[in-house]
């Protein structure tokens, strides 16, 4: 039994697209909305104390700009920028949460619900994220959004080890890729993005966006064979 008082076997998996008026959206989110030339802002782990929270992000653009943006931040105590592998660079950074922000951090932070990381800061000014919990914590997290925030369930399920496991399959520029496609609709039923676009979006050659898709796309139908054997096997018993 869970803490909640909820047998396992009523955990869910919960995906949402938050989107934010002005007044909840951070300033260094509404620096990638405005500025271009920035990917979004991964959210990669962070500890919450009292008002405070102290996070590291991942970014994909010029850090220099970005650095520079963050001193303007009044909320913000310490913080750090330091390069990443290609494109990327990394922020280590203590923020003191607003009360817009302390609201919407509530609903999605209480007793009972794990949030899945890494949860995406997009450029269109949304934000991607994924929670587990007992169904009745979730389905309250979901309701407690304050108003100024619109959501979008994309995924409610079951929990299984798989949704989240399945994450570290790809590498990190597999992901990326993976992710640049369904924002440019390329997996869309009309093919609305090719891979020129995604190639594009990540600053590479269309032949190198292609193979990063195609091993990407590999190892999902591989994990989602194997998934459907593990489902199969357990109705035997």
């Known amino acids: 039994m869970s803490d909640t008082g909820e047998s396992v076997g009523s955990m869910k998996f919960l995906r949402v697209r938050l989107d934010p008026d002005p007044a909840f959206r951070h300033p260094m989110h509404e620096f990638i909305v405005e500025r271009d030339g920035y990917g979004p802002t991964e959210l990669l782990d962070w500890l919450p104390n009292d008002d405070v929270n102290t996070m590291i992000f991942r970014t994909r653009g010029d850090p220099a700009p970005y650095r520079d943006a963050l001193s303007d931040v009044a909320s913000l105590g310490a913080f750090e920028v330091a390069d990443g592998p290609g494109d990327r660079f990394y922020t280590y950074a203590e923020d003191e949460l607003s009360s817009a922000e302390r609201d919407l951090f509530t609903a999605m932070t209480r007793v009972g619900l794990v949030v899945v990381t890494p949860v995406v800061f997009r450029t269109d000014g949304c934000i991607d994220g994924s929670v587990v919990g007992p169904a009745t914590v979730v389905q309250s997290a979901v309701e407690s959004v304050p108003d100024g925030?619109?959501?979008?369930?994309?995924?409610?399920?079951?929990?299984?080890?798989?949704?989240?496991?399945?994450?570290?399959?790809?590498?990190?520029?597999?992901?990326?890729?993976?992710?640049?496609?369904?924002?440019?609709?390329?997996?869309?039923?009309?093919?609305?993005?090719?891979?020129?676009?995604?190639?594009?979006?990540?600053?590479?050659?269309?032949?190198?966006?292609?193979?990063?898709?195609?091993?990407?796309?590999?190892?999902?139908?591989?994990?989602?064979?194997?998934?459907?054997?593990?489902?199969?096997?357990?109705?035997?018993?």
């Open 149 to 237: 925030v619109d959501v979008e369930v994309l995924e409610v399920s079951p929990y299984r080890t798989g949704p989240l496991e399945g994450r570290t399959e790809l590498t990190d520029r597999q992901l990326e890729a993976v992710r640049a496609a369904v924002e440019a609709g390329y997996y869309e039923p009309t093919r609305d993005g090719t891979v020129t676009d995604v190639a594009d979006e990540l600053g590479c050659a269309p032949g190198t966006a292609a193979e990063h898709l195609r091993r990407a796309e590999s190892k999902v139908m591989k994990q989602v064979v194997r998934r459907s054997h593990s489902d199969a096997s357990k109705m035997d018993y």
